[in-house]
């Protein structure tokens, strides 16, 4: 699996983390909601997949003052922004240039942020779910910091255009936000997060979304404390006080609709 962030995004690696601000609702809060559900785990080994810059890694390793996370990435271009970024950490920081399909190793949590959706096929999703339940200790956790997209058009619709909203109001311009949707369609898909909900409990975890906005969702999963037990459940679809503006996206149910989102242009960009 290859990818290049400066080909991907076409940004410059140097601007990656003043630009993914402009791109993403809610980014600040993300990264934080996401730190604070793997504090649990962030004493011991994380494994951080498609770590990037290490933007999330540093929210880990900042919530304990031991435990290490080991950030796992093919882009060795933002390995090496994220090594500056995280010298203060020493040894508690490790880089590793892989695919995060490759063999896991066991660990305490296991982090992603922004890179999951570039899995194409909700199957090979479920797959890597299950890989990573069983690489984790009993009363380990995974968070999942990813774009969501409802199935429903309606609603669909109205995530989109508070997507583009948000970068508007960063500064894009309306055509050019929609022109990075159609870009990032490329390589990108996203599911419903009743999808990804499903998919995490399928896998064995207590699954729930913690934080969502505009369809940016922290999914944490939860596996049991006892290694002869198995959660697979969802304790709650869409968090109670959500920040997300799509208001016409439901709870989500445990029957998975299976509809991926890589259309860039579900309305028209002079709608309101």
Same mark, same amino acid.
């Given at each position: 699996?290859?990818? *290049? ?7 410059? /690696? ?9 791109? /993403? ?20 080994? +994380? ?21 290490? #996370?080991?950030?796992?990435? #093919? ?13 203060? $950490?020493?040894?508690?920081?490790? $880089?590793?240039?892989?695919? &995060? ?8 949590? +296991? ?7 570039? =899995? ?22 995974? +968070? ?16 989109? !255009? ?15 936000? &929609?022109?990075? &949707? ?8 996203? $599911?419903?997060? @009743?999808?990804?909900?499903?998919? +995490?409990?399928?896998?064995?975890? @207590? ?14 999963? !939860? ?5 002869? *037990?198995?959660? *697979?459940? =969802? ?35 002079? *709608?309101?």
């Amino acid at each position: 699996m290859s990818h *290049s962030v400066r080909r991907h995004l076409r940004v410059a /690696i140097h601007a990656y983390d003043a630009t993914i601000r402009q791109f /993403i609702p809610g980014y600040e809060e993300m990264l934080r909601t996401a730190a604070r559900e793997m504090a649990p785990a962030a004493p011991g080994r +994380v494994l951080d997949l498609g770590a990037g810059t290490g933007a999330l890694a540093e929210a880990i390793l900042e919530t304990s003052q031991s435990g290490t #996370v080991e950030l796992v990435d #093919v882009d060795a271009e933002m390995l090496k922004q994220a090594e500056t970024r995280l010298a203060r $950490f020493g040894s508690r920081a490790r $880089f590793t240039e892989a695919s &995060f399909l490759e063999p896991l190793p066991r660990c305490d949590g +296991v982090a992603a942020s922004l890179a999951l959706h570039h =899995i194409p096929e909700l199957d090979a999703k479920r797959a890597l779910y299950r890989r990573i339940h069983d690489t984790l200790e009993p009363g380990g956790v995974f +968070v999942n910091a990813d774009a969501t997209m409802p199935a429903e058009p309606a609603a669909r619709a109205a995530t989109w !255009r508070g997507w583009a909203d948000h970068m508007i109001s960063h500064g894009i311009e309306e055509q050019r936000a &929609f022109e990075h &949707f159609e870009e990032w369609s490329e390589e990108d898909t996203y $599911f419903p997060l @009743e999808d990804e909900l499903a998919a +995490v409990a399928a896998a064995g975890f @207590e699954a729930e979304c913690v934080w969502i906005e505009v369809g940016i969702a922290v999914v944490v999963g !939860r596996k049991a404390a006892s290694r002869h *037990s198995r959660s *697979s459940r =969802i304790t709650r679809a869409i968090p109670a006080k959500s920040a997300t503006t799509t208001s016409t996206t439901k709870p989500a149910s445990l029957a998975s609709s299976s509809t991926p989102s890589t259309c860039p242009f579900p309305i028209s960009t002079s *709608s309101r």
